[in-house]
Nanobody, 125 residues
C-alpha cells in the first residue's frame, strides 16, 4: 500500500528553523509531483510548496517564499521542507502529498491523491 509518513515537526520559538521529512513507500516516487500543505485550526488546507518529479521546478505559497525550501531525494524516496525564520502564523499541521501530474505542480488539494497523516508545527511568539 502507498504510505507517506511525515516527521520533524515540533514546538519552536519565532525565528527558529525546522526541517520536515516525508518518507514515501508503495509508489514510484520519482514519477510523482510532491507537495506540502498545512492546515490550521478552523481553516482550510492550503498549499505551501510543491516540487516537480525531476526536482528542477518548485512552487511556493507567497507568504513562505524566501523562508521555506522544498527538496527531494528520489534515491531515498523522501521529500523535505526546510523552514527558516518561522513565524507564529506558520503554526499548523503539515501534510505531505503526492500527485500524478506529469507537467504542472497542482496548487490545490484535489490535485493530489495520496496523503500523509501530518506532523504538528507550533511556533510561539
Amino acid at each position: 500500500q502507498v504510505r507517506l509518513v511525515e516527521s520533524g515537526g515540533g514546538l519552536v520559538q519565532a525565528g527558529d528553523s525546522l526541517r520536515l521529512s516525508c518518507a514515501a513507500s508503495g509508489l514510484t516516487f520519482s514519477a510523482c509531483v510532491m507537495g506540502w500543505f498545512r492546515q490550521a485550526p478552523g481553516k482550510e488546507r492550503e498549499f505551501v510548496a510543491g516540487i516537480h518529479r525531476s526536482g528542477l521546478s518548485t512552487s511556493y505559497k507567497d507568504s513562505v517564499k524566501g523562508r521555506f525550501t522544498i527538496s527531494r531525494d528520489n534515491a531515498k524516496n523522501t521529500v523535505y521542507l526546510q523552514m527558516n525564520s518561522l513565524k507564529p502564523e506558520d503554526t499548523a499541521i503539515y501534510y505531505c502529498a503526492s500527485s500524478p501530474s506529469r507537467v504542472t505542480i497542482p496548487l490545490t488539494p484535489p490535485g493530489y491523491d495520496r496523503w500523509g497523516q501530518g506532523t504538528q508545527v507550533t511556533v510561539s511568539s
